[in-house]
């Protein structure tokens, strides 16, 4: 396993995050495999995991508390908050008052006293910036948090959240993490560089794109198919360009004699902006499988080939990028009179 820095954190943190939304009533719900899971990475050197109070509404931090019981000073925690955990309508966002319940909820399922990188899961458009970055700074005076971070923001969003920062005398967000693979690219045009010049850390999610670059299951078959069939339905029109370009990217990897998969982590971890790429597994032999790519590194002669079949800065699907819209892109009267 390799290491890189974390952005301006100065943390070492493996090439590979162990992503957990998949440890528990979202994917294995049997507690004891998912614990051996993650201690099959930690043995394999990852030293850094990624979860959120969100998944499987809490089951996943409990799961990694309980897999982190006499491991936890060796390992790179890190969590995010944000999306509703509750029918009450404050339990969710950017305020000071829901990041302080937050926080307190994750540290106990999480069964630790702080955590080291802790995430807005999603920009709060409804909330200033700077009631955001205020509440955090509090934690990490606190000693609850070590450094702080943003999930999915646009590249103005980091830059404002930068600024509200440096204005108001709050710590800064000093990571990102953004969604990244062959078929999501369009973050290279702004998202990435942008991450560069503030020197954030990059940890990007989906690498695989859902299941599309897995290599081992037809896209309608991925587990994710059920929940959104028209994202995974290769019969449909709108799929087509990602279809043929599956097709291709399998074909290069073939002639290239490198799994699908590994290659498409070798294609996110190419990205000079990329600190670490999260990887999903929900079962022991889908984390042995992506860790056996762990060192594959790709050609400029195959990343030329890349860019020929998915150019630079193209989201073969823009609606794979569905959960970082902006409102005003949805609800019609905050753009009309």
């Known amino acids: 396993m390799k290491y890189r820095i974390l952005g301006a954190t100065g943390i070492s943190v493996s090439e590979i995050t ?15 495999d998912s614990i051996r899971i993650i201690h099959k990475a930690l043995d394999e050197g990852i030293n850094f995991i990624d979860t959120a109070d969100v998944y499987s509404m809490g089951e996943s931090e409990e799961i ?18 944000g999306f509703p955990m509750g029918s009450d309508v404050n339990q969710q966002g950017g305020s000071a008052r829901w990041i302080k319940r937050a926080v307190e909820d994750s540290l106990r399922r999480l069964g630790t006293d702080y955590i080291d990188l802790y995430q807005i899961h999603r920009p709060d458009y409804y909330t200033d910036i700077n009631e955001t970055l205020s509440a955090l700074s509090d934690l990490i005076h606190e000693g609850k948090v070590r450094a702080i971070g943003s999930s999915t923001f646009p590249a103005e969003a980091i830059v404002e959240a930068q600024w509200a920062a440096q204005q108001g005398g709050h710590h800064r967000f000093l990571t990102e993490q953004p969604m990244y693979s062959i078929f999501t690219r369009k973050l290279e045009g702004a998202v990435l560089p942008t991450a560069q010049r503030y020197r954030m850390g990059v940890l990007t999610y989906s690498p695989l794109n859902g299941g599309w670059l897995s290599g081992r299951m037809e896209p ?11 994202m995974y339905d290769a019969t449909n029109p709108v799929l087509q360009p990602k279809v043929d370009a599956l097709r291709k990217i399998t074909a290069l990897a073939e002639e290239a004699g490198i799994p699908l998969p590994h290659l498409a982590l070798a294609f996110v971890r190419s990205h000079s902006a990329v600190s670490s790429v999260i990887i999903g597994p929900r079962k022991m032999e889908q984390l042995e499988s992506l860790l056996s790519g762990a060192d594959v590194d790709l050609s400029d002669e195959i990343l030329d ?3 020929e079949i998915v150019p630079p800065g193209t989201d073969i699907n823009p609606a794979d990028n569905y959960a970082a819209d902006h409102p005003a892109l949805a609800n019609k009267r905050l753009r009309r009179r």
């Open 220 to 230: 309608h078959a991925s587990h994710r198919a059920k929940g959104r069939p028209s």
């Open 64 to 81: 990694v508390g309980k897999a982190l019981k006499g491991r936890r000073d060796h390992v790179i925690l890190a969590t995010k908050f």
């Open 18 to 32: 162990l992503g957990t939304m998949m440890l528990g009533a979202m994917g294995n719900t049997d507690h004891d």
């Open 305 to 307: 080939r890349i860019d």
